[in-house]
């Protein structure tokens, strides 16, 4: 299904259920100021050039008017002007990082689409802006997954891998949110005076206990890994087998899910026991973390899905052979 198609089906879905949002939608600029805010930022994918094609972000109330609410979960929809803004605005400015080596310069621009720099890249175009001031953006970046959806934060930077695959199927995601009365990103839809409102459903939350940090069994320690670390004698795990293991097990966690593209936080992992990177894998809306643990051995890793309640990690001294085996194995 072609994105216009998408747009067109969700914006008749609003104007029948938060006409009050739906007409907050501007129309599009003309040809001429698309291309000269494509000229400004980066060069836009197709699916980029078609989505400023049928809109110009939203218009946004005064402190006086009344709520509008919001087109997507919780964000602000940008039009031409907000994305030069806010893409001027993090090519301007720097992020406190780790230090990543001398050679992290190198490593960027061999990267894909959908890998972290660990930075704003100029192939970064923002989209939507969430009050805290992160926001999603389109990377559009070479590769399998250019065009995908991703978040930046001003803490974790571009850390966490796609959360779609393109711009068509999150406004269908959306779409079907509103349509169904769905939670999308954590936020459940609901319509106020007319007023499309994402707010978090806390109904059934509020009686719940709190859950303590899930135990994660491991059969040997664990150690943060950092690029700066990465020594002359290294031999490295080939991440794509890696990625293969971890979205085949994400499947076998979430069978009736739409399991997206896995993204590692670091482009290269020594292949040294207990070395961890982190993996992250869109399910359905919501981007999940992967706790991938080398063993020093080929390329087999431990794999652990990374509870919303945090973890504990447990080393199992007194696993057999046959346990760690099973471990590797899953």
Request: hydrophobic share 40%.
């Amino acid at each position: 299904m072609a994105l216009t198609e998408v747009w067109h089906g969700y914006m008749s879905v609003l104007r029948d259920v938060a006409p009050i949002t739906a007409a907050a939608v501007r129309p599009p600029r003309s040809l001429a100021d698309r291309r000269a805010a494509e000229d400004a930022t980066a060069p836009w994918t197709e699916e980029l050039r078609e989505f400023y094609s049928l809109h110009d972000g939203v218009e946004l109330p005064g402190i006086s008017d009344r709520t509008i609410g919001t087109v997507l979960p919780d964000l602000e929809l940008y039009g031409f002007d907000a994305i030069l803004a806010a893409h001027r605005s993090c090519r301007e400015s720097l992020h406190d990082i780790d230090d990543l080596g001398l050679d992290w310069p190198e490593v960027i621009r061999g990267q894909l689409a959908g890998e972290s720099a660990n930075r704003f890249l100029d192939s970064y175009v923002p989209f939507a802006q969430y009050a805290d001031g992160d926001f999603l953006y389109v990377d559009t970046r070479q590769g399998e997954y250019r065009g995908c959806i991703r978040e930046f934060g001003w803490e974790a930077s571009d850390e966490s891998g796609p959360l779609f695959s393109s711009l068509t199927r999150y406004i269908e995601s959306v779409r079907r949110s509103v349509e169904s009365g769905t939670e999308h990103s954590s936020l459940t839809p609901t319509i106020e005076d007319g007023a499309l409102i994402w707010s978090v459903d806390r109904s059934s939350r509020d009686v719940e206990p709190q859950p303590g940090p899930a135990l994660l069994h491991v059969p040997f320690p664990v150690v943060d890994f950092a690029p700066s670390e990465v020594e002359p004698t290294d031999e490295f795990l080939d991440l794509e087998t890696v990625r293969r293991n971890v979205v085949e097990f994400a499947i076998s966690q979430y069978p009736n899910s739409i399991i997206g593209p896995a993204t590692a936080v670091y482009q290269r992992v020594p292949r040294r026991r207990g070395v961890n990177v982190n993996f992250f894998v869109p399910i359905d809306s919501e981007s999940k973390m992967f706790l991938t643990i080398a063993t020093g051995v080929a390329d087999d890793v431990l794999i652990h899905e990374v509870p919303s309640e945090g973890f504990q990690l447990v080393h199992e001294r007194g696993l057999s052979a046959a346990q760690r085996t099973a471990v590797v194995s899953r």
